[in-house]
């Protein structure tokens, strides 16, 4: 079936089948910083956001999406705070698991503007770096924070 | 500033690869875990669907192997593990290729199997493989077992006669899976007359070998090139996809791409379980002087590396310690359980976590501080390890020193722990690098080291940009392609760092010779800047690198060794691998949950090249570490993995990870890797905290069950 949303501020009509998820959909479509890794909503390798709020697109349908508004890390601007903080400090290795973890990181700053360390680690709870980055992804969200303010 | 592909995601992993009328993969794996192969029948696939069994390798070498040759491409007359390759389809979509498995009908014949390392040597344990041929080197010494690695020093066992006091437990590690988020990813297809492999793997010199001798072709046929990995940490070490997605684009004649799925990823590779008898006697002031250890690794169904992982883990579990009598009997062993391979922390987690658990043993029975007892044992510049090697930049006190300090050891020692060692680097291994001036007048490096993540490019072209006197962006980094970048061993053991910061600075002596020699002067009076290359003292001899465009440095670096397989003795490592860690924790002896309160690791960095990748590496096996020692375990039902999912089997979040501080020790002469170094003694660190704490733990990963059992047992 043809699924019509918006992908990064530009409309996007996608062919997807009924029992799709929406990250094979996005994938087949070009979208390819979200990923696959543990296909049941663990991981958060497969992070979009949809209207502003970060979903594991490995467990949505693509019907479901319909209509929706969708961001990925290809939609990134080079001045996003957020990701010029995880490139100032190198909050990533084989940065595989990056895309998710900027975007979970965007929507939490854009819920709560001043989070204290115990917020910033359960906001990105549900992403997992293997290469282990996690000291310095939680810097770089701090200084996203006081960038952004 | 643009930002970097990896974090807008648009960089393209081994998986992301693609060409015009690629198919796609899919494995048929066994439900079994010993069973013979009676027959497949794939009558009912629909026309395009392209499959390979058996039949389609019957001109191909049968077997494969980086150290055994056990492996076939594609199972002939029996499958030896849950996951054990049957078939492989191709089709035009993923789905498609899914669809197609389950119209494959086998027939299997169950056989008993074996799935404990220590009851597979065992008269009644079934035998795995039959008629295979081991190289020279190899000792399969037993039933099921692949290698047997033998070292002994001093009087060796009768040293104990010797001791006043002994310690003797036996410890185990469990299998745990790598988890890289990408999982292993292949893309093959034959053009021109060769084989085309576009490949996740820290191995492509390997792979091309494997692949030479199965297809029956000249290296020089094969090209592999390596995409940028979403991780490894062992995984993409040796042939994994290459064979088998080589010989179904063979018989489809198009390109082939297989991804594994998360389920198939612990069917493929894991770490090796392992299990260690330690005695450990000394003096009773505290001075070691005899040591045995007996281990027994389970390597699964096939050998893949196993081999060499018995010789480093049991080499690894003497300990950095001066100990005059040594005895090691160290076994790789087949089971009917999924392959076991490289790991990150290759061995050493294994061993260092029995032995420094031994050591704690010792000191608790001595009385003496476990701090004081290492201080005490500790190899030092000029003393002889246990394989005959002459120790030099010793830095392990250094290591200890720092990691106790972090910990304020000296104020009391409830609740910690400490834990030191020493790992071995990849040895005998050869290394090439190339300086190439290109066209445009740009420096570019050539060099096979592979891409997971941990920013060798950086330091690479760091190296060479220093090494030549230009700024780093004047450097870059060539395409990963066995055609274009000379020969190196392989980027494993955390030698690249070490090995290329030599071969590199040999590259960059030669390219400055051929530009002296081009300007006609001699290399010393050689100047070169961003711009060109100029004599000292001569300004109107200058040119411009667009007109030095060819010119090309070669650099290498060797180094010689090994050990001998019934004595231990010779050459273990060309230099070490050493760190330490130390742990305070506070344990909830209702629940068993640890609570890490503080940790360090010290690690011997040597000259730090690039300071934000160093820090990186040191987390993240610091983290490897925390992984290891408190959550990660495979959970095996005989062959059956049981919790091969991201639910089951739990990596660190950030939630599991408490606040930590390093050091990275720094001096010598040389850069050394730091990839692996915290992962084999954070679990023993912690592990002898929650010791101290009252639980005596034997058995890694310290889950709240088992850390209950042990106060219980005590």
Not at chain 2, 98 to 127: K, Q, R
Not at chain 2, 441 to 463: F, H, K, P, W, Y
Not at chain 2, 654 to 670: A, K, N, Q, R, S
Request: with cysteine; net charge negative; charged share 25%.
């Amino acid at each position: 079936m043809r699924i019509q949303l918006r992908v990064n501020e530009q409309p996007v009509e996608m062919e997807a089948r009924a029992d799709e998820t929406l990250l094979i959909a996005l994938r087949r479509a070009g979208f390819r910083s979200a990923r696959l890794t543990c296909g049941i909503g663990v991981c958060g390798a497969c992070t979009v956001l949809v209207d502003d709020l970060p979903i594991s697109s490995c467990l949505v349908l693509a019907p479901a999406a319909a209509g929706a508004a969708i961001t990925t890390a290809e939609g990134m601007a080079d001045d996003d705070p957020v990701a010029r903080a995880f490139m100032e400090v190198n909050a990533f290795q084989c940065g595989y698991c990056t895309p998710g973890f900027v975007l979970t990181a965007k929507a939490l700053l854009s819920e709560v503007p001043n989070p204290t360390d115990e917020e910033i680690r359960h906001a990105l709870a549900g992403n997992l770096c293997r290469c282990g980055s996690y000291v310095k992804i939680a810097k770089a969200v701090r200084i996203a924070a006081a960038s952004i303010r | 500033m643009t930002l970097d592909a990896r974090i807008t995601g648009r960089i393209e992993y081994a998986q992301d690869q693609a060409v015009e009328g690629m198919l796609h993969a899919r494995i048929l794996r066994s439900p079994h875990a010993h069973a013979k192969l009676v027959a497949i029948n794939t009558a009912a696939l629909p026309a395009g669907i392209v499959c390979l069994t058996r039949d389609d390798v019957a001109d191909l070498e049968p077997l494969y192997g980086p150290m055994v040759k056990d492996q076939p491409i594609v199972a002939r007359d029996r499958v030896r593990h849950v996951g054990d390759v049957v078939a492989a389809v191709a089709a035009r979509t993923p789905r498609e290729a899914d669809e197609a498995l389950d119209l494959i009908e086998v027939e299997y014949a169950e056989l008993p199997g074996a799935f404990d390392p220590v009851e597979a040597t065992g008269d009644s344990a079934p035998v795995i493989h039959e008629g295979l041929e081991f190289p020279p080197d190899l000792r399969p010494d037993g039933r099921n077992v692949c290698h047997r690695f033998r070292l002994r020093s001093g009087l060796g066992r009768d040293g104990f006669a010797g001791a006043d006091v002994v310690v003797e437990e036996t410890f185990t590690v469990a299998g745990a899976a790598h988890v890289p988020m990408e999982p292993h990813a292949t893309l093959a297809y034959w053009a021109d007359g060769r084989l085309h492999v576009i490949t996740g793997t820290q191995t492509p010199f390997n792979v091309r070998r494997d692949l030479a001798a199965l297809f029956r072709i000249p290296e020089d046929m094969i090209r592999v090139l390596v995409a940028p990995m979403g991780g490894s940490f062992g995984a993409k070490t040796f042939m994994r996809l290459e064979a088998v997605t080589a010989a179904l684009a063979r018989k489809a004649g198009r390109p082939v791409r297989t991804v594994l799925t998360r389920a198939e990823e612990f069917l493929t590779v894991n770490r090796h379980p392992a299990r260690f008898h330690i005695k450990l006697g000394a003096s009773k002031e505290g001075t070691f002087v005899a040591k045995s250890v007996d281990a027994w690794w389970d390597t699964g169904a096939y050998a893949d590396c196993g081999p060499s992982v018995c010789t480093k883990g049991g080499y690894a579990a003497i300990g950095p310690y001066r100990i005059p009598n040594v005895a090691v009997d160290s076994r790789s062993v087949y089971t009917n359980r999924p392959p076991a391979g490289a790991f990150r922390g290759y061995a050493a987690t294994q061993g260092v976590w029995a032995s420094e658990r031994a050591t704690d043993l010792m000191a608790d029975r001595l009385g003496i501080d476990p701090l004081e007892l290492r201080v005490r044992n500790l190899l030092k510049d000029g003393d002889r390890f246990a394989t005959g090697e002459v120790m030099k930049d010793v830095r392990f006190a250094d290591c200890l020193k720092a990691a106790a300090d972090a910990v304020s050891w000296s104020d009391g020692r409830t609740n910690k722990g400490i834990a030191v060692m020493l790992k071995g680097m990849q040895t005998p291994s050869r290394t090439g690098a190339a300086l190439e001036i290109d066209a445009d007048g740009r420096i570019v490096l050539r060099s096979a080291t592979t891409d997971m993540g941990q920013r060798n490019e950086i330091a690479q072209r760091l190296l060479a940009a220093s090494a030549l006197g230009l700024s780093p962006g004047h450097v870059s980094v060539g395409p990963n392609d066995t055609d274009l970048v000379p020969f190196d061993t392989r980027t494993t053991s955390s030698r690249s760092t070490f090995m290329m910061s030599i071969a590199i600075r040999d590259a960059a002596a030669d390219l400055r010779a051929k530009i002296a020699d081009r300007l006609e002067i001699a290399p010393e009076d050689l100047v070169l800047d961003d711009k060109g290359a100029g004599a000292a003292g001569s300004p109107s001899r200058r040119l411009a690198f667009t007109a030095l465009a060819g010119l090309r440095g070669d650099g290498s670096f060797v180094t010689p060794g090994g050990l001998d397989p019934d004595t231990g003795q010779g050459i273990a490592s060309s230099h070490w691998h050493q760190a330490a860690a130390a742990a305070e924790v506070s344990v909830d002896s209702e629940t068993g949950v640890v609570t890490i309160a503080r940790l360090h690791t010290a690690v011997y960095a040597g000259n730090v090249v690039d300071r934000p990748g160093a820090e990186l590496q040191n987390e993240g096996s610091t983290i490897f570490g925390i992984g290891t020692a408190l959550l990660e375990g495979i959970v095996f039902d005989d062959g059956q993995v049981t919790n091969g999912n991201l639910s089951d089997y739990e990596i660190p979040s950030i939630l599991d990870v408490p606040d930590f501080t390093y050091d990275l020790v720094e001096g010598g002469e040389h850069s050394h890797g730091l990839g692996e170094m915290a992962v084999p003694v954070v679990p023993a660190a912690i592990g002898n905290a929650v010791a101290a704490a009252g639980h005596l733990v034997r058995d890694l990963p310290m889950t709240a069950e088992k850390v209950v059992d042990a106060k219980a047992a005590r």
